[in-house]
């Protein structure tokens, strides 16, 4: 089926036949059934992944799903580099692999948010008292009151990033970024949700590195990155991993007003130059820990079985299994974010789903995880025993992609859960 809509901007997709562009990790992936899985289920789920990128907006796609704690899909569709929107393919078009990294945007914010709840388990800080207590600066302009657990789950009450007058480049420079959000006034909705894009990021990993007295990237390596064995998994991408990005690209319907509007507000930049900004060396040399983690599908996934299994991996313990169990607790109850425009519900770091729909599906409420800029996904989801990575490069709002996404989620909720 064509989801495509009339203005959708698109890529041209390969000839029929064979698909030489589909790429499967045979070393990583599982037989079904040693899972309990059918092999008719993991087709199903397999294609309607497949009728996702058949909408055209994703010049790549790489996913992962893990079931009872086992890698039963690690595949990868289309092309990191040479394809785009519109455009023929280039001669030199790079293929898209499972282990190609891609820039999770938001859903950076998960693991900031997890490496806020380590440094408070370990008693470096308290989730619970006010951010100023380590950042003193941060009290300025009536923001004394707001609470670390207040930033975790978007109640801090600043969620716009104060870079008027500046250009993007203003991201690299994160002394500079740290002291306008500190001078910043509050917006007056301290205590209620209202999204928070690229503020809460800053502090916290401001927090985290006062505390520990060491760069982000450190606590990252030590409680995270080296546990769990990961290539990527870092805040921007050396030299050497470079050539291996997928290159990102604006996709879908034209963006305009309101949600132009919404997006320069959430962002401080426009929809099109966070796409320019991602694909640019400044980008991939700053730390953002609110949006430029890279990673690959599989390594997102292995990240939210962590979660799964209260903070073990592989025998040994990264998270107590209180701290895993506060980061996954609901703060509230779903309500219409201000800024991002749907509802939404949050735990102090995590997305969470909803029931009789919500962002993984349908009948997802014990789900958790984070969305990113646009169409990336990693979540788990307890009551099938799940643990997925989404991620892809077409930059798209609005387009018939959501309704093949939509289909694709529910997909892996039916066949998911129960003995096939």
């Not at 490496?115 to 370990?122: F, I, M, N, Q, R």
């Amino acid at each position: 089926m064509d989801w495509g809509l009339p203005g959708t901007r698109r890529i041209r997709l390969p000839d029929a036949g064979p698909a030489p562009w589909v790429h499967v990790d045979r070393d990583m992936e599982v037989a079904p059934w040693r899972t309990g899985l059918s092999g008719e289920r993991i087709e199903a789920i397999w294609s309607a992944v497949e009728a996702f990128y058949g909408t055209r907006v994703h010049p790549a796609l790489t996913f992962c799903l893990r079931y009872r704690g086992r890698v039963v899909l690690n595949r990868s569709i289309g092309y990191a580099r040479g394809l785009a929107p519109e455009r023929p393919p280039a001669e030199d078009a790079r293929p898209a692999l499972p282990d190609t990294p891609v820039c999770l945007f938001s859903a950076s914010k998960a693991i900031i948010a997890l490496l806020t709840h380590k440094l408070a388990e370990e008693g470096g800080v308290s989730l619970d008292a006010p951010v100023a207590r380590y950042l003193p600066a941060f009290a300025a302009e009536g923001k004394s009151a707001i609470t670390l657990a207040d930033v975790l789950s978007h109640r801090g009450g600043f969620p716009q990033f104060p870079i008027a007058g500046q250009g993007p480049e203003i991201l690299a420079d994160w002394d500079g970024c740290i002291e306008r959000i500190c001078a910043a006034p509050a917006s007056g909705r301290h205590g209620r949700p209202v999204y928070h894009a690229m503020t809460g990021g800053f502090v916290l990993g401001e927090v985290i590195r006062r505390v520990t007295g060491a760069p982000l990237t450190d606590y990252l390596n030590s409680r995270l990155r080296r546990p769990l064995g990961m290539r990527y998994f870092t805040y921007g991408l050396d030299g050497r991993s470079r050539g291996r990005v997928a290159v990102n690209h604006v996709a879908g319907m034209p963006v305009r007003w309101p949600i132009s509007a919404w997006a320069r507000a959430a962002l401080g930049v426009s929809f099109d130059d966070v796409v320019d900004i991602s694909n640019r060396d400044m980008f991939m040399d700053a730390v953002i820990p609110s949006g430029n983690l890279y990673a690959t599908a599989e390594e997102l996934s292995r990240f939210y079985q962590l979660l799964l299994d209260d903070g073990c991996y592989e025998g040994q313990r990264l998270f107590a299994p209180a701290t895993v169990a506060r980061a996954r607790r609901a703060v509230g109850h779903a309500w219409p974010d201000p800024m991002l425009k749907v509802p939404l519900r949050y735990s102090e770091g995590l997305m969470l789903g909803t029931t009789p729909i919500g962002l993984y599906g349908p009948m997802s409420g014990e789900s958790y995880g984070h969305l990113g800029f646009m169409n990336i996904l990693g979540w788990a989801d307890p009551s099938r025993d799940i643990a997925c990575g989404l991620l892809t490069t077409g930059k798209a709002v609005l387009g018939g992609h959501l309704l093949a996404l939509s289909k694709l989620l529910a997909t892996i909720n039916r066949h998911c859960g129960a003995a096939g």
